[in-house]
């Protein structure tokens, strides 16, 4: 059973920056790639980025471009995803995923954190 543990989320002001981790443990955890989606009150969870887990491509939201970045540790087994200049309509709870091929869905969801953006 593979685990997934977000943190790192928090108040900030608009123009503020935050670091999410996401620490994945188990046995069984062999991922194609990784994600990070959000899911604001009364919308649809939405994918905001993604990373192979082996090379270098990545994918980002066009509301996110230029803002935020995703990285990831392979020997720790931890996912990233820094977030600059921070906006009001970023607020939403953060979670990470995993899939094992990308005829999979993502699984793996963790409880989330929370990230809020005063303006």
């Known amino acids: 059973q593979v685990q997934l543990v977000e943190s790192g989320g928090g108040l900030v002001q608009a123009g503020g920056s935050l670091r999410l981790s996401c620490a994945a443990s188990?046995?069984?955890?062999?991922?194609?790639?990784m994600a990070w989606f959000r899911q604001a009150p009364g919308k649809e969870r939405e994918r905001v980025a993604s990373?192979?887990?082996?090379?270098?491509?990545?994918y980002y939201a066009d509301s996110v471009k230029g803002r935020f970045t995703i990285s990831r540790d392979n020997a720790k087994n931890t996912l990233y995803l820094q977030m600059n200049t921070l906006k009001p309509e970023d607020t939403a709870v953060y979670y990470c995923?995993?899939?094992?091929?990308?005829?999979?869905?993502?699984?793996?969801w963790g409880q989330g954190t929370q990230v809020t953006v005063s303006s």
């Open positions: 995923a995993w899939r094992r091929s990308p005829i999979f869905s993502y699984t793996g």
């Open positions: 990373i192979l887990w082996s090379g270098s491509s990545t």
């Open positions: 188990g046995r069984t955890f062999n991922p194609y790639d």
